[in-house]
Structure formats: structure tokens, C-alpha cells
């Protein structure tokens, strides 16, 4: 049996290494902090136009796009200086439609992977992966779009807590 003197120390260790784990999540979690809108009103307008152009959707939601492109900023090298070389590029390019666009580029080319970047991101509603991605929005992606009228979003919780646990009615 332990004498109390060795139950204390326990107890201290037991703070100690919470204290460091939790100082090192906190570290760790700056990733997640919350998304800080871009003040670029003119950058953010060419954006939206030519987002409804590369996603085939003329009504992206306009605080959307302004998101997604606050975060395309903030993780992408160069983003604004490659966004106007992509936006030249097509309009100079004569593609039908950005499919034939996209496909007309051979794989390593810089415009095709930010237009894929950009319609990913989008369709996702994260920019990047892995640890490094940012959700903007999960329940806007546009992947959800095409199936709403039948898909549940997954959310945190769709109807309330333990929703999961009531018999379900099978007279119907």
C-alpha cells in the first residue's frame, strides 16, 4: 500500500504532464484558428468571376467565395500573381468550356493545377490537405449540391442529442 506522500506525487506528475500536453494541442492547433477575411474587395470581386467560371456555377455564394478565396491566399505561394496568369490564360485560350481547357494542358502546368486547386476547393469545401487543410465551409461544398434534395450534410448533430436511440416507426 502507497503512503499518501507518494499518492501527492503521482498527482503532481499527473498535472505536470497535462499541463505540457496541453500547452503543446494548443501550439499545435494554431492551424485551426479562425479564418481572417481578406481585404481585397477588388481581388475577392475577379475571384468570385472567375470561380462561377471554373466550378460551371453562375450562383456561388458571393461570402463563400470570399472565404474561399481569404484561404486560397493564405495557403497558396503566390496565389493573386497566379490567379491573374490563370484568368489571362483563359481568356486568351478559345476553349469551349473550362473542361476542354483543363484537358488541353499537359499535367505539370502551372494554370491547370491551380484551376484544379481552385474547383477542389470548392467541391470540398477544404483548402489543402492533410494537416495543413483549412474547411471553410463543409456545409456549402458544392460536392453536396447535385444530391441535396436526398443527402443529409453530416453534421456535428443532425436532429438533437442522441437522436440515434429512438426506436424507429416501421407502420408507414
Known sequence: MKNKSSYGLSRRRLLKSSAIVGATLLSINVVSAPLKLVDDRPGVDAFLKLARLLTNRPTLE???????????????????????????????????????????????????????????????????????????????ALMFQKTIDVTVIPTYIRAQPNYWVATPNLDN
Open 62 to 140: 458571393p461570402a463563400f467565395s470570399a472565404a474561399m478565396y481569404s484561404a486560397l491566399v493564405s495557403h497558396t505561394e503566390q496565389f493573386n500573381h497566379r490567379l491573374n496568369t490563370l484568368e489571362k490564360a483563359l481568356s486568351i485560350s478559345g476553349a469551349q468550356d473550362v473542361q476542354s481547357f483543363i484537358s488541353a494542358l499537359p499535367s505539370e502546368d502551372e494554370n491547370r493545377k491551380l484551376a484544379l486547386l481552385i474547383i477542389e476547393s470548392f467541391y470540398t469545401g477544404n483548402v489543402g490537405r492533410g494537416r495543413q487543410a483549412v474547411v471553410v465551409s463543409y456545409e456549402k
